[in-house]
């Protein structure tokens, strides 16, 4: 099923992932996908909220994982951009965080497809600049 949501700013993409935050359960994986500079850490800022990570958060860049204990339900947050082959995913303990007692939330997960289980939610954060500097269709597709 598909959803698609256009926001006109960062509080706009902020509040729709915190929504998502809010409805995550144990186990999912959610996969996030778009350019540089598209609002990815925006979202998963809002989706930590809707977890109810009170702690700032950043894109775990250079760390691949960010791990957040202080919501609901543990928060694992991956940056998969610098990851250089799908053992490295292994030595982060992803195997048992995707599909464990927390949720998985993954940006550039396109990059490490072949290990992403079948169920997980996949968004993609897409810019118009003819609709406007802020604007972004953020497109959700659960299996």
């Known amino acids: 099923m598909e959803q698609v949501f ?6 706009d993409t902020y509040e729709f992932a915190k929504k998502m935050g809010e409805k995550a359960a144990p186990g999912q994986v959610y996969c996030l996908s778009g350019d540089l500079g598209v609002g990815k850490t925006v979202f998963a800022q809002g989706f930590g909220a809707g977890v109810g990570i009170t ?3 950043s894109s775990p860049t250079f760390t691949i994982l960010q791990e957040y ?3 609901r339900l543990p928060l694992y947050h991956y940056d998969v951009y610098r990851v250089g082959d799908i053992d490295e995913m292994e ?3 992803f195997y048992e965080y995707a599909g464990g007692d927390g949720v998985t939330l993954i940006e550039w997960a396109e990059l490490i497809e072949e290990i992403i289980p079948r169920d997980a939610v996949h968004i993609t954060i897409e810019k118009d600049v003819e609709k406007g500097f802020d604007y972004r269709r953020i497109v959700v597709n659960n299996q």
């Open 69 to 71: 204990h202080e919501g």
């Open 91 to 93: 030595e982060t303990g």
């Open 55 to 57: 702690e700032p958060m």
């Open 6 to 11: 256009e926001s006109l700013s960062r509080e």
